[in-house]
């Protein structure tokens, strides 16, 4: 069938249909405006562990989110993809990650890594292979974008957007990343990773293309972070979470706090979710929780309004999810914060939303 043919005989308030993408949808790849990409990785987690098992969770509970959403009722028909990816990306996190465990042990202990030849050996093996899988991520990011398609990328932990970004900067010479998190993720090679997700926005500004993160909801960071922050001479903004919070004790709007994020940024836009940016309770699960942050509805309004104000929104990730052992909270919440940002993308990038539904009241 066609599209419109698809469009017209499916049924979006009926339960998705088990056999098709996300969110239920029947369509293919060639039809569908958004493709996203999974990434189950994880390898240099150091603490909580469950991020590379965080799209299949985002993938399961998807199935249950109500298409009809208030802000883009016409998100659907647009059709969103959950791409196929190699095997080898969750075997080789798998396998990678468990040579990363006595590395990082071995520095809790307070040993020099590269004095041990066989930990150094696991550490460069290590480096090797994230560095492959950001270039594979490249690769399958401008596959579709050279097929016309909106890219967003689902991780995994917070390294996986790396190749995403270096896609971006192949058609983009100038763009910022919007970039909401508990952590600053500025650290250089943490634990001796190259790649590791704490320092991905480090990572991100070896990127030349890339000319500002603006950070927002930081509650996390070392005395290195902050030393590369102040070396960046406001290339980096940091919205400290508690800044944030005094400001709005004091008087301040989230409206106004949110114009003043969205006018520090450049005219060109990826957005980079790490979903431990909101209050804990949201995703209880993500490995590395701390008190504080913002609320989804907070996030939600500022996405909203970066789609409104002539800025020009080119991706986003949403990272971090972990599933709980004993329910699917996690990947609900997560499911329904991707669907959101593919409608902001949509929006944003003047595809067909639909009219915001308003109620009696």
Known sequence: MTKQEIINTFDPSQPGLADATIFGLPFSSEQSEIIIIPVPWEVTVSYGAGASEGPEAILDASFQVDLNHQDFPELWKLGMYYAEIPETWKTYSDKYKALAQPIIEALEDGQDVNQIPALKTDLDAINTVCRDLHTQVKETVLHWMNQG????????DHSTPLGYYEALATKHDNFGILHLDAHMDLRIAYEGFTYSHASIMYNALQISQISKIVQVGIRDFCEQEVDVVNAENGRVLVHTDSDLKKETFEGKTWA????????????????SFDIDGMYPWYCPNTGTPVPGGFSFEQATYLFNKLAESGKEIIGFDLVEVAPGENDDWDGNVGARMLFHMCGVLAKNNGLQTG???KFPR
Do not use: F, M, N, R
């Open 149 to 156: 398609k909106k890219v967003v990328l689902l991780g995994g």
């Open 256 to 271: 106004e706090q949110c114009d003043a994020i969205i006018a520090s940024l450049p005219q060109k836009v990826c957005i």
């Open 355 to 357: 009219t915001k539904i």
